[in-house]
Each structure stands twice: as structure tokens, then as C-alpha cells.
């Protein structure tokens, strides 16, 4: 059996998925350079989608011996399964805001494939012995051996926001500095929301601008150090966003960090808002939390609860205003803060918490593939 790894979302080549440096600039693809040590010890080769349409067109390798691993709307997978590649596993670990052409298409895409596993996908999938089988996704996030230790309560800065500054929105609005560049950005969005209702219903459900007043309440009070590309950049923002925060975020902006474990680790809370609300999207941002030993301030799927225990984060839809949240912050003592951390740490040793590491990920698609 060979398993064929296939993503248009990044330039994948053999060299490339086995180098974990590399990998680690995608979130959720690690678990690939997992995937080859876990599944030589099963006797199935892997490779990425050019070197199996490679070894099929040269007679080395028979098609139907391939079990293809489709991401998204990879077109070396479409190439495979013409060939008569095997449709083994689908996945998307992306939402409908950033893969929206994907998601419009996402029951007559899957329905070929033997499994699922990510965002959008239907919790049954039929399988070939008539079987009907759940597949519980939890998005790859971290290597077992990222865990870091918990330092200090005392000798944290409060609170930390590590990401890329975005701002996607379903109004049209008058940028901070109007050039073509962000004028056709605007129009592009508008084309896509007549013709994608998955980019519509996901703008609707942005949480964007609720970062954004978060990130306005906690730099201003000093609180709230930011990383991440783009948080000294506001041009294309709203001009109203870009007269709040240009000159107040500054001085609180620390630029990119190179870990962002070891970063979050030196914090006491981190705001962990998800890029918008939908049931099941809960990404790498509050198992990163978990990872690092700091308490989430999450704010993101509504069914947060089934998938990570309810004690383990603070739950931002309880308070009616950041007032509130920042008084709860401020009375929160070091016994509870750390019985939070302690109750991610403790979720992530349960079965459902090690398929967020990249080798538990592996090794289900190894199970999944010796299943077959």
C-alpha cells in the first residue's frame, strides 16, 4: 500500500513534508512528517502527490495500490484518482472564511472518499463494508515533546495575543489608506459573496472586529502585548479601526516570534478568539494555550464544551462586557489560574486529546489505512 499526500495549499514535496521546521509554518500539516516513520512500521510507503503521479506514470507503482490523501481541492489528488488512485482520506483545516470555493462543494467533493476529517465534513461517513463509522476531528496542533513546562505564576506579563493581524468583513468601508490594492480586495470579497454562500454565511459569523475591541479594551490598559505579522500595519483597516488603534497599539506590538509556545508560556492569559463562530471549528489557537501553560480566553465555536472540558478555559460568552472579564482576570487568584492550565494539560493525556498532537493525528491515519 502506498499512501499519496496531496495539497495544492503549499508547495508539498517529499523533502518538504519530512522537514519539521518547514511543516511548522503550516498549522495542522506537522502531523505529515509524523506520518512517514508511523507508517513504514505498518510496511505502507508515503509520499507527496508529484512523486506518486511520478512512480505511477513511469509503471513503478500500480494505481490501485495508491490511497490517496486529498487536501481539499488538491488537483494532483483529482490527477491520482483519474489515474485510478484509491479515494482514502479527505481533509480541510481551513474554514469557509479562507476556503469558501471548497466548502460550497464539500458534499459532492467528500462523498468519493472512503474518510473525512476537518472542518465542514458530514460526522458519518459510509464506509465500504456497509459500516457506519464517526470520525471525531481534533485539529493537529502541536509534537508531543512542544509541551512546555509551566513556569511561574508571579512571574508572568498578564496577558499576550499571538497572530496575524486579519480583517475580513461583510461591509464595504472606507480604508485608512485608499490605494487599487485594497480597493480590488474589496471588490473580489463582494464578487465572492454573491457567488459563494459559504463566504457569505462565514463573513456574517466573523469575529474579527470582536478581536479587534478586545485587543482596543486590553492595550489600552496597558495589559495586552501583541505578536504576529501585521500589527503595525493598518491601511487596509476601516479608517475608524486605524485611528483607535494605530498609535495605541504601538509600544505594545513585540513584532513576530520565532516560538510561539515558549512566547505564550510567559504569560498569564492569552486571547484565543477563533476567526469566526461555527460549530466544530476549534483550531490550533486553544490547544496552543494548552501547550503552553497559559489560561485561554476563548471566544469562537459554540459547541467549544464537547470538544475541550469546560474548565480548562475562560469562557469570554459569560460576560456581558471586557469590564467584566477584566475584573474576573484581576480576582483570579494563582490556585485557580492554575487548576485552568491544569485541566488543558489534562485533556490533551485523554484519548480525544492526543489526536491534537501531530504523531496521535499520524497514527490514526495509520489505523485508519491498516482498517482498509
Known amino acids: 500500500m502506498h499512501l499519496a499526500v496531496c495539497s495544492d495549499s503549499a ?31 505498518s510496511n505502507i510507503e508515503v509520499s507527496s502527490g508529484d512523486v506518486a503521479l511520478a512512480n505511477i506514470a513511469s509503471k513503478k507503482w500500480n494505481a490501485k495500490d495508491v490511497y490517496v490523501i486529498q487536501d481539499m481541492n488538491s488537483s494532483e489528488a483529482v490527477r491520482l484518482l483519474d489515474m485510478g488512485g ?21 458534499a459532492r467533493v467528500a462523498g468519493a472518499f472512503q474518510f473525512s476529517l476537518g472542518f465542514g465534513f458530514s460526522k458519518d461517513q459510509r464506509v465500504a463494508d456497509g459500516r457506519t463509522t464517526n470520525l471525531p476531528f481534533r485539529f493537529p496542533s502541536y509534537y508531543l515533546d512542544d509541551i ?13 495575543l499571538v497572530a496575524a493581524n486579519k480583517y475580513k468583513t461583510n461591509r464595504v468601508f472606507i480604508p485608512g489608506k485608499l490605494t487599487t490594492t485594497n480597493a480590488l480586495a474589496q471588490l473580489k470579497s463582494l464578487g465572492r459573496q454573491f457567488i459563494s454562500p459559504a463566504y457569505r454565511n462565514a463573513l456574517a459569523a466573523s469575529l474579527h472586529e470582536m478581536r479587534l475591541e478586545a485587543i482596543k479594551h486590553f492595550v489600552s490598559r496597558k495589559e495586552l502585548w501583541l505578536y504576529g505579522a501585521g500589527w503595525n500595519r493598518w491601511d487596509d483597516f476601516p479608517v475608524g479601526w486605524k485611528a483607535v488603534l494605530k498609535d495605541l497599539v504601538d509600544g505594545q506590538y513585540l513584532g513576530q516570534c520565532q516560538n510561539k509556545l515558549e ?14 463562530v461555527l460549530p466544530g471549528y476549534v483550531t490550533e489557537k486553544i490547544v496552543d494555550c494548552f501547550v503552553a501553560g497559559t489560561v485561554p480566553l476563548y471566544y469562537g465555536a459554540p459547541d467549544i464544551e464537547t470538544f475541550v472540558p469546560a474548565g480548562s ?11 467584566q472579564v477584566d475584573a474576573c482576570l484581576d480576582s483570579m487568584n494563582e490556585y485557580d ?8 494539560r489534562e485533556y490533551l493525556k485523554t484519548e480525544m486529546g ?3 498532537s501531530y504523531e496521535g493525528f499520524a497514527r490514526n491515519v495509520v489505523r485508519l489505512a491498516t482498517s482498509c
Request: neutral net charge; contains cysteine; hydrophobic residues 45%.
Open 263 to 276: 512566547v505564550l508560556s510567559g504569560y498569564r492569559f492569552s486571547i484565543c478568539f477563533e476567526n469566526m
Open 86 to 106: 484509491r479515494p482514502f482520506l479527505i481533509t480541510c483545516f481551513e474554514a469557509p472564511l479562507y476556503a469558501p470555493v471548497f466548502h460550497d462543494s464539500i
Open 354 to 356: 492526543m489526536l491534537h
Open 313 to 323: 478555559f475562560v469562557d469570554m460568552r459569560a460576560y456581558s462586557s471586557l469590564d
Open 11 to 41: 508547495s508539498f514535496n517529499n523533502d518538504k513534508l519530512r522537514d519539521r521546521q518547514w511543516s511548522s509554518q503550516f498549522p495542522g500539516s506537522g502531523w505529515i512528517t509524523c506520518l512517514y516513520d508511523l507508517a513504514a512500521e
Open 337 to 344: 489560574a492554575m487548576g485552568i492550565i491544569c485541566a488543558g
Open 148 to 160: 512546555q513546562a509551566i513556569r511561574q505564576w508571579g512571574s508572568r506579563r498578564k496577558m499576550a
